[in-house]
C-alpha cells in the first residue's frame, strides 16, 4: 500500500522475519453477531454489569426461567363450590353441615359456602330430615342398633338437632324389641356352653353395646336364655 504526503510516495515497510506486528482484535462484545452489534462497550456501558436481556433492544439467547403458572392468578369458577359438594354427594347422601365442612376444608368463603347450601336445599340436594329418617331405618334393620346407638350415629353425621329428634321418635318401642329378641336369640346360639350366669353377663353386654335400653335388654336375654327350672319343683 502506497501513501501520498507533501514530498511524494513513501516506501512500502517490509518487515523482517518473525519481526511481523501481532494483530489487534477487537475485544468481544455481548452484542457480537446480533442486529444490535454496531453497539459497542464504549457506547454502551451497561453492557459491562448487566446481561443481554437488560438491554433495550436486545434479544437474549435464553430468558431466565420461569416456573410454570408463576405469573398467573388463580381464579375460582363460579360453579365450582357446587361442582365440589355434588360430587361429593354422588358417593353417599350427607347432611347440610357435613357438606359445610366439606367445602370449607377446601378453602372456600363463606359466602360461597352459604350461597351453596341454600342452592343444595333449595334444589333437593339435601335434607335433613329425610337423612335422618333413612338413617335410622338402616341402622336398625342392617345393623340392628336400638335407640342410643342410633341417636349417636346420627349425632356424628352431624344432622340437625331437630331432624335427630324427629327421626328418633319415629322408632317404635315394641318393634326395638323384637329386634333385640332377634339378635339375642341368634347370639344365645353361640353361648350354649357357657354357664348361664356368664351367658347372660355377655348378651346383656352384647345387646347395650347396640344401643338397647336397659328394659329391653332384660326382656330380650329372659327370652333368649330362659332360666332352667328349679329341681324339686311340681309344676301341677
Do not use: C
Amino acid at each position: 500500500m502506497e501513501r501520498l504526503d507533501g514530498d511524494g510516495p513513501l516506501a512500502r515497510v517490509t518487515y523482517l522475519p518473525g519481526a511481523q506486528p501481532e494483530r489487534m482484535t477487537p475485544p468481544e462484545s455481548p452484542l457480537r453477531g446480533r442486529a444490535s452489534s454496531s453497539r459497542s462497550l464504549v457506547s454502551n456501558p451497561r453492557a459491562v454489569d448487566e446481561p443481554d436481556w437488560a438491554i433495550p433492544g436486545a434479544l437474549p439467547a435464553t430468558l431466565p426461567e420461569v416456573a410454570p403458572g408463576a405469573d398467573e392468578t388463580p381464579v375460582a369458577s363460579p360453579g365450582a363450590a357446587h361442582n365440589v359438594s355434588i360430587t361429593a354427594l354422588a358417593r353417599r347422601d350427607l347432611s347440610q353441615r357435613e357438606i359445610e365442612r366439606h367445602l370449607r376444608e377446601r378453602g372456600f368463603e363463606d359466602h360461597e359456602v352459604a350461597d351453596e347450601l341454600a342452592r343444595l336445599e333449595r334444589d333437593g340436594y339435601v335434607d335433613d330430615v329425610a337423612l335422618a329418617q333413612h338413617l335410622v331405618g338402616r341402622l336398625q334393620e342392617r345393623k340392628g342398633l336400638g335407640r342410643s346407638a342410633i341417636a349417636a350415629e346420627l349425632t356424628r353425621r352431624l344432622l340437625a338437632p331437630v331432624a335427630i329428634e324427629y327421626a328418633l321418635e319415629l322408632i317404635d318401642t315394641g318393634d326395638e324389641l323384637s329386634r333385640a329378641r332377634d339378635l339375642a336369640i341368634k347370639r344365645a346360639a353361640q353361648l350354649r356352653s357357657l354357664d348361664r350366669d356368664v351367658a347372660v353377663r355377655r348378651l346383656s353386654a352384647f345387646l347395650a353395646r347396640r344401643g338397647y335400653s336397659g328394659s329391653t335388654v332384660r326382656a330380650a336375654v329372659d327370652q333368649a336364655l330362659p332360666a332352667a327350672p328349679r329341681r324339686g319343683v311340681s309344676f301341677r
